[in-house]
């Protein structure tokens, strides 16, 4: 039986990249894809998840549009890495598959409350906008998740928008807090480990020479948004930070981590959105998260470059 998920994203190469490596395993069966404000405004996100399903011939894939904005914040985007577009490297052709007319909000408690208990698994590689808003609107849905496993936070590598807070956390600490803290079975993927998967040229050059369009339009994606990371990394390569989510769904093994307890900072400017992880366990708080680390990258690029020739 293919384990049921809902991804929650802001594409963002990364996580068309991370949608692509989805929709291609059989292992998984993707439910829907709800959108939110935050690499780029809602309307481009949702524009450019759909374009991503047709660019994998799953038109078929319902795309959902969601909250506009952070709970309570102003919205913060990142232009700066992924493009005007957000899917900066290649023109891809306008989407023809409809948005569905439903809030991305209610898709998420309606298909929690119709899904069986302990069914679902809930993906979010943006924001954490539409998770912790439907949590809000019905408290009910929260004991029916299965798992989130999300791209968020750091530890020992910092912050990527500011010194102590990566990009998804630092959207929406608030967002953020009331999923950290609502006791649901949490997976975090933070910058510790996706900073080791970065997208060298030999990775790149497999992705391009996959037969078909996706291998290529990926090559293109990583070429354009591993500038970024290049300059201000002195990397060889950018980090491919959203598949790290489904890939630990696929071959949970290719990680490493532990059971910690992580909080959010929600009041400090200085620090606010930082994933304040207590890797040492100096708190005594139980631990709410399994904060993931480190992982085989060879495999996981090699996992990834598998399944897309798939499509
Ligand atoms: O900090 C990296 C995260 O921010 C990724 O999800 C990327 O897509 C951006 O949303
Ligand atoms: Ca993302």
């Given at each position: 039986?293919?384990?049921?998920?809902?991804?929650?994203?802001?594409?963002?190469?990364?996580?068309?990249?991370?949608?692509?490596?989805?929709?291609?395993?059989?292992?998984?069966?993707?439910?829907?894809?709800t959108c939110v404000a935050g690499n780029v405004p809602l309307d481009l996100t949702v524009r450019n998840?759909?374009?991503?399903?047709?660019?994998?011939?799953?038109?078929?894939?319902?795309?959902?549009?969601?909250?506009?904005?952070?709970?309570?914040?102003?919205?913060?985007?990142?232009?700066?890495?992924?493009?005007?577009?957000?899917?900066?490297?290649?023109?891809?052709?306008?989407?023809?598959?409809?948005?569905?007319?439903?809030?991305?909000?209610?898709?998420?408690?309606?298909?929690?409350?119709?899904?069986?208990?302990?069914?679902?698994?809930?993906?979010?590689?943006?924001?954490?906008?539409?998770?912790?808003?439907?949590?809000?609107?019905?408290?009910?849905?929260?004991?029916?998740?299965?798992?989130?496993?999300?791209?968020?936070?750091?530890?020992?590598?910092?912050?990527?928008?500011?010194?102590?807070?990566?990009?998804?956390?630092?959207?929406?600490?608030?967002?953020?807090?009331?999923?950290?803290?609502?006791?649901?079975?949490?997976?975090?993927?933070?910058?510790?480990?996706?900073?080791?998967?970065?997208?060298?040229?030999?990775?790149?050059?497999?992705?391009?020479?996959?037969?078909?369009?996706?291998?290529?339009?990926?090559?293109?994606?990583?070429?354009?948004?591993?500038?970024?990371?290049?300059?201000?990394?002195?990397?060889?390569?950018?980090?491919?930070?959203?598949?790290?989510?489904?890939?630990?769904?696929?071959?949970?093994?290719?990680?490493?981590?532990?059971?910690?307890?992580?909080?959010?900072?929600?009041?400090?400017?200085?620090?606010?959105?930082?994933?304040?992880?207590?890797?040492?366990?100096?708190?005594?708080?139980?631990?709410?998260?399994?904060?993931?680390?480190?992982?085989?990258?060879?495999?996981?690029?090699?996992?990834?470059?598998?399944?897309?020739?798939?499509?």
């Amino acid at each position: 039986m293919p384990r049921k998920i809902i991804i929650d994203t802001d594409p963002g190469q990364d996580d068309a990249v991370a949608i692509l490596l989805a929709l291609a395993s059989h292992e998984l069966e993707v439910l829907g894809l709800t959108c939110v404000a935050g690499n780029v405004p809602l309307d481009l996100t949702v524009r450019n998840a759909r374009i991503v399903c047709e660019l994998a011939g799953r038109p078929d894939v319902p795309v959902f549009a969601g909250c506009d904005r952070p709970l309570s914040r102003d919205l913060v985007t990142a232009e700066y890495v992924h493009g005007k577009t957000g899917l900066d490297g290649i023109t891809l052709p306008d989407p023809v598959m409809p948005v569905q007319d439903r809030h991305a909000v209610d898709f998420l408690i309606d298909t929690l409350r119709a899904e069986a208990p302990g069914s679902v698994t809930l993906v979010p590689i943006g924001p954490l906008t539409n998770i912790a808003t439907a949590m809000k609107r019905a408290p009910d849905i929260i004991d029916r998740i299965a798992e989130i496993v999300l791209m968020g936070g750091g530890c020992f590598e910092g912050g990527n928008v500011t010194p102590a807070a990566e990009f998804n956390i630092y959207v929406d600490p608030q967002a953020a807090d009331i999923v950290f803290r609502a006791g649901v079975r949490l997976t975090v993927m933070p910058l510790d480990v996706t900073h080791k998967a970065l997208t060298t040229r030999p990775r790149i050059e497999a992705f391009r020479a996959l037969p078909g369009r996706v291998g290529p339009a990926v090559a293109s994606w990583t070429d354009f948004f591993e500038r970024f990371d290049m300059e201000k990394y002195g990397s060889e390569g950018a980090p491919l930070h959203d598949p790290c989510t489904i890939a630990y769904l696929l071959q949970p093994d290719l990680f490493r981590g532990r059971h910690i307890h992580v909080a959010i900072e929600t009041t400090s400017e200085l620090t606010m959105g930082m994933t304040v992880a207590d890797w040492w366990g100096v708190t005594r708080r139980a631990p709410n998260t399994f904060f993931v680390g480190d992982l085989d990258a060879d495999a996981f690029y090699s996992l990834l470059t598998a399944r897309l020739a798939r499509l």
